[in-house]
């Protein structure tokens, strides 16, 4: 069942995504060869926290294992989402994915940004870059009328044009005051096809593309999803209102953006 929010709701649902932002700008300000994903895990745990909310992912289940330990899921170079923070240390041309879930005054919040650690190769800042460029061509079609294959649609044809892989087996959904609600976002779709979208429904967006071929496996500590052929894979995520005309993006990049400055991808 998909819930339309209401525009109080939906200003609920900014708050607790800016949170997100605002988070992954306070790592954005540690990132750097040397420092360990579960350093950044602690600092967004403490930040979240220190601002009124809760680490949404902290204790999430999993029907394969244990639930998730860390406040934020860190997924680095082959690692393609759901990456638990541990004691390695990043390393110069490394990138890491950063996914952040929060939960405050009733709402959740949900977003991700790929992260490069000092200098990366230049192929791989185009997977990144194109991987951004597809979540805003996704969020283009978040408008009222049309509908979900639309949002994948535009997603897939940017990046597999680009010969990337659209991973399947893992989608954006609906989010309120539950982290996952109904509708699931496929990152892949044909145009007219789907649930039709309306004002007031938020999903969040999350096109995860990798390097070379789509196929994915799960590690042994069975969260951890990264690419069969190991090469690299990127992943961003927004939520947004869907609206009449343009969707209302809750979630933002800017925080990190103005820590990354001219670095950004
Ligand atoms: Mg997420
Ligand atoms: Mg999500």
């Known amino acids: 069942?998909?819930?339309l929010k209401t525009d109080?709701?939906?200003e609920l649902l900014r708050q607790s995504n800016?949170?997100?932002g605002k988070t992954l700008a306070e790592i954005a300000k540690l990132i750097r060869p040397?420092?360990?994903?579960?350093?950044?895990d602690k600092v967004a745990e403490e930040f979240i926290r220190d601002h009124g909310a809760v680490p949404i992912f902290k204790g999430f289940p999993n029907p394969y294992g244990a639930p998730f330990p860390g406040a934020i899921c860190t997924s680095v170079n082959d690692q393609v989402?759901?990456?638990?923070?541990n004691d390695v240390e990043l390393q110069e041309g490394d990138i890491v994915s950063v996914d952040c879930g929060t939960y405050m005054n009733g709402f959740c919040g949900d977003s991700a940004y790929t992260f490069c650690v000092g200098e990366v190769a230049p192929e791989i800042r185009a997977l990144l870059k194109t991987t951004k460029e597809a979540l805003y061509l996704g969020i283009e079609n978040a408008v009222h009328g049309k509908r979900l294959g639309d949002i994948g649609y535009a997603i897939q044809q940017h990046c597999e044009a680009r010969s990337y892989g659209v991973v399947r087996e893992f989608v954006g959904h609906g989010i309120g005051k539950e982290m996952h609600e109904d509708p699931q976002v496929p990152n892949y779709g044909k145009?007219?096809?789907g649930k039709m979208l309306k004002k007031g429904m938020c999903i969040a967006i999350e096109p995860m593309i990798t390097q070379g071929d789509r196929q994915i496996v799960m590690e042994n500590d069975k969260w951890t999803i990264r690419t069969r052929d190991r090469r690299w894979a990127a992943h961003f995520?927004?939520?947004v209102a869907v609206g009449v005309g343009k969707a209302d993006i809750l979630s933002?990049?800017?925080f990190i953006e103005q820590v990354l400055g001219d670095k950004a991808i």
């Open 252 to 254: 933002s990049f800017e």
């Open 18 to 20: 800016l949170l997100v």
């Open 81 to 85: 989402v759901h990456g638990i923070p």
């Open 8 to 10: 109080d709701e939906i």
């Open 1 to 3: 069942m998909i819930f």
């Open 237 to 239: 995520e927004h939520t």
């Open 34 to 40: 040397g420092v360990t994903t579960r350093q950044l």
């Open 191 to 193: 145009r007219g096809t």
